[in-house]
């Protein structure tokens, strides 16, 4: 069975200052990964995958994150906090092969502080 | 590209009454998702559908059901309303294969039962 898991509920990062938002997971098979950010009342949107290759990826707006396979870890970061970031964090996960399915983390609310 | 289009964008029902959600996707994805979104509780599978004519049952499906007659439209019904159905409902699609992995958003139906 797959899950995620967002140990921290709300993360709070100084405007200037670098932002990480954690995410751990677990899958049978081969993880596919996933960011997604959401704004009030809107829908989600992608931010980053990894899917195979570098334990680095990066996406939209200056977000990065980081695969760990030993740690089945996959932390979201970026360098230098905007107040736009301001949003609620969903990682997920898709187990390959075979995974039909999406499996979301509780959410992660990020709030930069000018 | 209008990508995945929800409606109704809100709706308020009463205990007992019926209604349809209706989801639209212009990419000509195979897969499809109804997710429903609970305060603090991430996103909860409802349905999917891996193609026209093919559905199954998610996490949470009870007081729901859905079809897939075409590519493009995946309606989720809900019968006989009960104040544990509100939420805000998503619907998601995505490709298939090894590139289009991640999944596209609706904005979202806010649902009220009263």
């Known amino acids: 069975a797959q899950s995620v898991a967002q140990p921290e509920d709300q993360v709070n990062v100084a405007e200037g200052n670098p932002l990480t938002v954690k995410c751990t997971y677990s899958?049978?098979?081969?993880?596919?990964l996933f960011w997604y950010v959401q704004y009030p009342n809107r829908g989600l949107q992608f931010l980053l995958k990894y899917i195979t290759g570098d334990n680095l990826v990066k996406g939209s707006y200056g977000f990065e994150a980081e695969f760990n396979k030993s740690q089945t870890s996959f932390h979201l970061k970026k360098p230098s906090a905007l107040v736009s970031d301001s949003a609620l964090y969903f990682c997920a996960v898709r187990d390959w092969p075979g995974g039909q399915n999406f499996v979301f983390g509780p959410g992660t609310r990020l709030s930069v502080l000018p | 590209n209008a990508g995945v289009t929800q409606t109704p964008k809100f709706r308020i029902l009463k205990i007992g009454q019926s209604m349809t959600l209706q989801c639209t996707q212009d990419m000509n994805h195979n897969y499809m998702y109804w997710y429903r979104q609970d305060p603090g509780m991430g996103l909860k599978l409802i349905y999917y559908?891996?193609?026209?004519?093919?559905?199954d049952k998610g996490e949470v499906p009870n007081g729901y059901n859905v079809s897939r007659s075409t590519t493009e439209d995946f309606p989720l019904r809900l019968e006989l309303a009960a104040p544990s159905q509100t939420s805000v409902y998503f619907c998601?699609?995505?490709?298939?294969?090894?590139?289009?992995?991640?999944?596209?958003f609706g904005q979202g139906t806010r649902l009220t039962v009263v």
């Open positions: 998601a699609s995505r490709g298939g294969g090894t590139t289009n992995t991640e999944a596209f």
């Open positions: 559908s891996v193609g026209a004519g093919i559905t």
């Open positions: 899958v049978s098979g081969n993880p596919y």
